[in-house]
């Protein structure tokens, strides 16, 4: 008897993937929920990388009666024109040429959410996603910003924002929601408390360690990472950082003492304590 055919794309699988990835968080989601859609018009959702934004993000929205659409930093050029497109290829149209072009494609889609992930790496454009863009949204749609960062100070401080703003910062794990992802992963006895010592409440951690014991039984944690499991995470956290950024993060790693002189000179770039 022939098996029934999988509908949709590889892309709807993935984000089912994710969503169902989506352990514990019962107080983020709980925040969140109100915040999307009928909420503030723009939510920043923050915390470090492979703290669990997407899934978090991903998970609550796809428990809740909302019509979702995407964009992805990592791969978006950090333009207008690029921004537009990818809003564009997003919404299955034409690219918009301008943001109230674009704001009249998310109201005909009768977009509830639209979700902007690894936002940090659209620093160029925070301008006129808050100038321009957001403005010209529905007053229904709730734009959310999920990233390493929080609102910087023009967001605070620029006239209306403020009444109009949501924050939800993304911390580690409760110990009660590391054993739900422990048990999850099908980890258990003494490997469990190795980990859960280990990674201090860090998902992305408790799921590499977890694999890397997978792999290796009895490699040994101790109050340190394995090399594996540093080199995995530490890929992750360089993924996510801007050009200038990662020049910075590699000068560092050849100096012996780093100090903000010596970072300048060995990076060539003046500005690196803003960096």
């Known amino acids: 008897m022939s098996q029934p055919r999988v509908r949709g794309s590889v892309s709807d699988r993935l984000a089912a993937a994710v969503a169902a990835a989506l352990?514990?968080?019962?107080?983020e989601s709980a925040r969140l929920t109100p915040l999307a859609p009928q909420g503030p018009a723009a939510v920043f959702v923050h915390g470090p990388g492979g703290i669990?934004?997407?899934?978090?993000?991903?998970?609550?929205?796809?428990?809740?009666?909302?019509?979702?659409?995407s964009l992805d930093g990592r791969y978006t050029e950090p333009t207008v024109p690029g921004a537009l497109a990818a809003l564009g290829t997003a919404l299955g149209g034409p690219p918009p040429q301008s943001a109230t072009a674009a704001a009249e494609q998310i109201a005909a889609a009768d977009v509830d959410v639209l979700v902007?992930?690894?936002?940090?790496?659209?620093?160029?454009?925070?301008?006129?996603?808050?100038?321009?863009?957001?403005?010209?949204?529905?007053?229904?749609v709730t734009t959310l910003l999920v990233g390493r960062r929080?609102?910087?100070?023009?967001?605070?401080t620029a006239p209306g924002?403020?009444?109009?703003l949501g924050e939800l910062v993304v911390?580690?794990?409760?110990?009660?929601?590391?054993?739900?992802?422990?048990?999850?992963?099908?980890?258990?006895?003494?490997d469990a408390v190795r980990i859960r010592t280990f990674a201090r409440g860090h998902p992305l951690a408790v799921v590499v360690a977890g694999e890397a014991l997978a792999r290796r039984p009895g490699l040994p944690l101790g109050s340190g990472a394995p090399?594996?499991?540093?080199?995995?995470?530490?890929?992750?956290?360089?993924?996510?950082?801007?050009?200038?950024?990662?020049?910075?993060?590699?000068?560092?790693?050849?100096l012996r003492r780093?100090?903000?002189?010596?970072?300048?000179?060995?990076?060539?770039?003046?500005?690196?304590?803003q960096a």
């Open 116 to 140: 902007i992930d690894s936002f940090e790496r659209l620093n160029l454009l925070d301008g006129w996603i808050r100038n321009e863009f957001t403005r010209a949204l529905p007053a229904g």
């Open 150 to 156: 929080g609102p910087n100070a023009a967001w605070r």
């Open 227 to 254: 090399p594996e499991v540093v080199e995995e995470l530490f890929v992750v956290m360089l993924d996510d950082l801007g050009p200038r950024e990662r020049a910075i993060a590699e000068a560092a790693s050849v």
């Open 23 to 27: 352990v514990g968080r019962a107080e």
């Open 52 to 69: 669990g934004k997407t899934t978090l993000v991903t998970g609550t929205l796809a428990a809740l009666a909302v019509n979702c659409v």
């Open 258 to 273: 780093v100090t903000l002189p010596l970072l300048a000179a060995v990076a060539d770039e003046p500005d690196v304590e």
């Open 171 to 190: 911390g580690p794990l409760t110990a009660e929601d590391v054993d739900r992802l422990l048990a999850a992963h099908g980890i258990r006895g003494d």
């Open 161 to 164: 924002w403020r009444t109009l």
